[in-house]
């Protein structure tokens, strides 16, 4: 229901058709078991930031899915080659960090673990940009990338609130100078709950 009001608002904005809503409903289906991965040649893991599930699913990934499929996780900061090691295949793993909202935002980390062996990095730069993201190929660090810069900002808003700042006033200084979201909005966005953690 969540993707099809996406699209929907996306056809309503004129950016696709009504009958390109429909045919990609149609390229959708659900599961509840990993038996359906069986001949699937990319999976991407999009749960919240618990090493200790994602282990568990890529554990089960790794049985489920045939050999040479690609195991990617969406994971924003945890280590590529921790999830990786859960798996006999280290060499297929990868991260594929969507930013959030998914639909609307253009960038895409691509991180690559100590094993990720070299096509799969470049199946996932093809995939990519087959789908309409700015790829940017990142080792496995602190935060990747974006998180990497938006920590410092963070740490900086939330000195000022302690200074006595107040938080709309931090995120509208931010909106004049060209963000187009302010730090505690983009919280709030994202979910406090997964920054804190």
């Known amino acids: 229901a969540v993707i099809r009001r996406n699209y929907e608002n996306t056809a309503k ?4 058709t009504q009958a390109q809503v429909e045919e990609r409903m149609s390229l959708i289906s659900g599961t509840l078991t990993y038996d359906d991965f069986s001949d699937v040649d990319l999976v991407i893991e999009a749960v919240f930031e618990s090493m200790e599930l994602k282990r568990k699913i890529f554990g089960q ?9 690609i195991l990617a996780s969406n ?3 945890l280590s590529i080659d921790d999830i990786a090691a859960a798996t006999k ?20 980390e ?4 100590e094993n990720t062996r070299d096509d799969v990095l470049a199946t996932a730069m093809k995939l990519s940009k087959k789908i309409g993201k700015v790829a940017a190929v990142s080792g496995v660090c602190p935060g990747f990338i ?7 900002r963070q ?9 006595g700042a107040n938080y709309w006033d931090v995120d509208d200084v931010l909106l004049e100078f060209g963000f187009p979201m302010g730090p505690f909005q983009m919280g ?9 953690h």
């Open 110 to 113: 691509v991180v690559r673990g």
């Open 13 to 16: 904005k004129g950016r696709i």
């Open 155 to 163: 740490e900086q808003a939330n000195q000022l609130i302690l200074e």
């Open 146 to 152: 974006g998180n990497r810069m938006l920590s410092k």
């Open 61 to 69: 990934l790794d049985d489920a899915c045939k050999p040479g499929a």
């Open 188 to 196: 709030d966005l994202a979910g406090i709950d997964i920054g804190w």
């Open 75 to 77: 994971t924003s900061t």
């Open 89 to 108: 295949r280290p060499q297929d793993v990868i991260g594929l960090h969507f930013f959030s909202p998914a639909n609307v935002m253009k960038l895409l």
